[in-house]
Each structure stands twice: as structure tokens, then as C-alpha cells.
């Protein structure tokens, strides 16, 4: 069935004319737009703290849409065209009453509107109590107002739950929109679909059969000029209770009773809910962290962390973090599940990695077979190349009984057209028509920081630097000591679906 176009809406950017904005937001409301999913009826507000009027902003745009199209030929074509005369933009204060006032203005008293806070954390609380506080948010005679927010959302547990009391006094949830730009990839969305239309997966969900999950989110490139965010964040906060925690609630959790937003997203916090609180003694043998050293790194030569710009020379923040989880249901006893993310690591990729129960060895005690087959694995690549490749062992050709791996493979990329996607075309779709499906709910995210929290309070207290790392490895030893100790090892970065891509094809 084909979805049906968004009602009439005015999309109210703050942070107009940043990165986020021109890079994503636009170029996905322009596959919107050329796919007829908005129309005309669709406007788009700028507020941004540079003066200007609104062909100021239109022209900022075209400027990013020119260097855009010499690699995409059809970003800019009549789609843009359409959408640029809806664009409109003023500036201001975002914590100042008058930017307020004159969005009040535009909109009026009966205009369907979303409001996308493309801006650093610390504005979130504040521009919501504005909203508020002009009336911006009221919702009455089928005219809905809507906040959608990127992440971060929190530095920890209580500032998480301090921001989530400070914007729900203002709005209700059922207007707020938490945003994680993974649960836009196609594979993500599709987790469900494989889980639950597909009985052969389904049925072998669960800890008699899954021996552990591995959830990667691997970057090959390094800090650069994001030094001073980055050493305020680190890797664990800005990659673990948001982009690896939904992928990890998204494979644990149980079947929705429906396909209902709050159904799928009541699973979602459960299983997060479910998550073992280590004390602090567990948490020093469930995690690691590293932070990467000086050396080589696509063909460049790259400093330490700690001699990055604007990052503090005696600096203890992680570009590398490990966890053992364990999500105390009946389904998973016993599983662990095994997160990893870092920086200026061997490949870009994003990926889940089941690994089944070993098969038992009897059956093959008169064969050839002269060690333990390998397991079972789906391994469900997330980006960049998104697809689902299921590895399984087969007889090789020949008298004698050798076994030998081979992978079923599959990828979007193969079967639909999904290279000029931005990944934010279903999050600001569903953010249109009230579909709260993709996005976070506030018990979701303190349930995950309180997963978190007792790693940031042991890492906090500790003296130690993270352990180093080469650039372009796969971290530091001791991740490799974590999974180790359980008899396992990581699946190997940037080998999935085509063994071709080790060597970069």
C-alpha cells in the first residue's frame, strides 16, 4: 500500500542555517517532495542567530545543492525548485521572547506545525519552555504542534531525566519526537519485519538458540575538528544509550501485540528497562575504553586524541568504548550481548551480528572434520552497505566430508533504489503524519542512561588513561580480552555480505 501524503504542515527549524539542516533535512524533504509524499502545502521556517531575510537562507541552500549536485546529478532539480519559494527564514535570540513572538506571527492561531531543534543540547529545555510559553505548543480543533529533538538527549542519568521533567512539563510525550537518526536505515526498520514475518527466525529468538549478539558501530574517521565536543562527550555518551541501545531494544525485544506506535515502543523500553544495573565492581570487568594514538590513517599521518585541537592535553576521554551486557528477560537469560564503537578504526560499519549455538560435534566424530564447525551467524549490516547476510556451513566438493562456510547474502542496493536517501526521509515523514514508531520515549532513554550510569561513574572516578590504540585497528587489546575471556571473538570489521570489501571493492 502506498503511504499516503503528509497533511498541511510548517516545518520550524531552529538552526537553520547549520550542518544538520542543509546536509540532511533539506535534501530529505526534497526526495519527499519529489516522491509526492509533501506537496505544496508543506513550508519550511528558518530560524537561525545570522541576520537575513528569507533568500538569504534560500540562497545558502542553493550554494550546498550546487557542490551537492556535482556528485548526485538530481538533487536539485524541479523538486527543489518547488520546495525553495516555501522557504522562508528569520533570525533571533532562541532565548529571547522576540523570535518567539514573530514565529507566532507566521504560523498564526490555526497552521499545522513541527518544530525540529536542530541545535546544541543546551537550548532544548529552554526553546520548548518558549514555545510553551507562547502558546506555540497548543494543540486544539485538529491543529497539531509537535518538537522534534536530535540527540544528545542528556549527558547522564540525571541530567537525562532533569530534561525529560522540563520539557514534559511544558508539552505531553505524545507531542515530543526524541530522534535517532539510525532507526531512519532501512535495515533497522526492516529488523521487525524479518523478526516477525519470518517464522524460521522467529522461532529460534532466544537463548536456547543464540549463543550472543554483537552490536558494532565503527567509524573510520577520527575526531578532526570536533575536539572540543568530543572531549566533553566521549564515545560511550555519544554513540551507546542512543544509536547502539535502539539497535540492541529493536533485536530483544518481544512481538508487539500490532504494529501500533505505543505497542512497539512499550516492547522497546522494556527490554532497555531490562538491562542489568552492574555494580561498580561488575562494571570494571564488563567495560573497556580506549582512545586512539598517533600513527597512519587513510594514507595520512594522524596525532594522538590528546594532541588534537581544542581537546585538553591531559585529556581521559574515550574514543572507544566495549561493554558485556546482559538483558535479564526469559527470552535472553544468559545471552550476552557485546557493544562496541570507536573512532579511526579499520572500516566504516555499522553492524548486528547473531551468532547461533555451536552444533554438537557427535555427529561428524567419523569424519574428516578434524575441529569445531563454526557456528551459525545473521549478520544484519546497518551501513553502509545496508542488507542481511546469513552464514551457514555446507559440504565442500569431493569424497571426503569437509566443511566449509558460505553466505546467503542479501542488500537493498541489489533489489531498490535507496543510494540517494539521507535516512531522515521516514524519521521527518513519520514526525508529519504523528507516527511515533521511530522515535524515543522519555522512559526508553532514562532506562538506557541508567544502564550507562554506573560505567560513567566508575571511569569518572578513575585516575587511568583509556588503554591506546593504533589507528586503524580494531581497537585496543583489552576489547579484544573482554570477548575473549567467554571463548569468543569479535566477528572482523568490514567483512560482511562480499568478501570483496577487504579489499575495498
Known amino acids: 500500500m502506498d503511504a499516503a501524503p503528509t497533511p498541511p504542515v510548517t516545518l520550524v527549524i531552529f538552526g537553520a542555517t547549520g550542518d544538520l539542516t542543509r546536509r540532511l533535512l533539506v535534501p530529505a524533504i526534497i526526495n519527499l517532495t519529489r516522491s509526492r509524499l509533501v506537496g505544496d502545502d508543506l513550508h519550511i521556517l528558518g530560524i537561525g542567530i545570522e541576520p537575513g531575510d528569507d533568500e538569504f537562507l534560500r540562497g545558502r541552500l542553493d550554494q550546498f545543492l550546487n557542490h551537492l549536485s556535482g556528485e548526485e546529478p538530481t538533487v536539485k532539480d524541479e523538486a527543489w525548485e518547488s520546495l525553495r519559494r516555501r522557504i522562508s527564514y528569520t533570525s533571533g535570540d532562541f532565548t529571547k521572547d522576540d523570535i518567539f513572538i514573530e514565529i507566532g506571527k507566521r504560523l498564526g492561531p490555526n497552521a499545522n506545525a513541527a518544530f525540529y531543534l536542530a541545535v546544541p543540547p543546551s537550548f532544548f529545555g529552554t526553546i520548548v519552555e518558549k514555545l510553551a510559553a507562547h502558546g506555540l505548543t497548543d494543540e486544539s480543533d485538529g491543529v497539531f504542534r509537535r518538537v522534534a529533538i536530535e540527540k544528545p538527549f ?49 522461532s529460534l529468538w532466544n537463548s536456547r538458540y543464540i549463543d550472543h549478539v554483537q552490536i558494532t558501530a565503527a567509524e573510520i574517521v577520527d575526531v578532526g575538528s570536533r575536539g572540543k565536543f568530543y572531549d566533553a562527550t566521549g564515545a560511550l555518551r555519544d554513540m551507546v544509550p542512543n544509536h547502539l541501545f535502539q539497535l540492541l531494544a529493536m533485536i530483544a525485544m518481544e512481538p508487539p501485540n500490532s504494529f501500533d506506535a505505543e505497542a512497539i515502543r512499550n516492547e522497546k523500553s522494556k527490554v532497555l528497562k531490562a538491562l542489568r544495573i552492574y555494580t561498580p565492581d561488575e562494571a570494571k570487568t564488563h567495560g573497556v575504553r580506549g582512545a ?195 571463548r569468543r571473538q569479535w566477528h572482523e570489521l568490514g567483512v560482511i555480505l562480499h568478501h570483496d570489501k577487504k579489499d575495498g571493492k
Open 154 to 202: 542528556g549527558t547522564d542519568l540525571a541530567s537525562a531525566q532533569a530534561l525529560n521533567a522540563q520539557i514534559l512539563a511544558q508539552v505531553g510525550e505524545s507531542q515530543v519526537y526524541r530522534l535517532d537518526h539510525f532507526l531512519g536505515k532501512e535495515t533497522v526498520q526492516n529488523l521487525m519485519t524479518a523478526r516477525f514475518a519470518n517464522m524460521m527466525i522467529e
Open 292 to 486: 586512539y594514538g598517533a600513527g597512519p590513517l587513510n594514507g595520512a599521518q594522524l596525532p594522538a586524541y590528546r594532541d588534537t585541537k581544542d581537546v585538553l592535553p591531559d585529556s581521559r576521554t574515550e574514543t572507544f568504548v566495549a561493554l558485556k551486557l546482559y538483558a535479564d528477560t526469559w527470552r535472553w537469560a544468559g545471552v550476552p550481548f557485546y557493544l562496541r564503537t570507536g573512532k579511526a578504526l579499520t572500516a566504516r560499519d555499522t553492524e548486528i551480528v547473531i551468532t547461533f549455538q555451536p552444533v554438537p560435534f557427535a555427529q561428524f566424530r567419523e569424519t574428516d572434520v578434524k575441529s569445531r564447525l563454526p557456528p551459525n551467524r545473521l549478520v544484519i549490516q546497518v551501513q553502509p552497505d545496508e542488507g542481511m547476510s546469513m552464514e551457514i556451513s555446507i559440504k565442500s566438493p569431493g569424497l571426503s566430508v569437509d566443511t566449509v562456510p558460505v553466505s546467503l547474502d542479501f542488500r537493498y542496493a541489489d533489489k531498490f533504489d535507496i543510494a540517494k536517501t539521507t535516512g531522515y526521509e521516514s524519521l521527518l515523514y513519520d514526525l508529519f503524519i504523528g507516527d511515533q514508531t521511530l522515535f524515543q520515549r522519555a522512559d526508553g532513554i532514562e532506562a538506557g542512561w541508567a544502564a550507562v550510569q554506573p560505567f560513567l561513574d566508575i571511569w569518572a572516578g578513575d585516575q587511568s588513561v583509556p588503554d591506546a590504540y593504533a589507528p586503524g585497528s580494531m581497537g585496543p587489546a583489552s576489547a579484544d580480552e573482554l570477548i575473549q575471556r567467554d
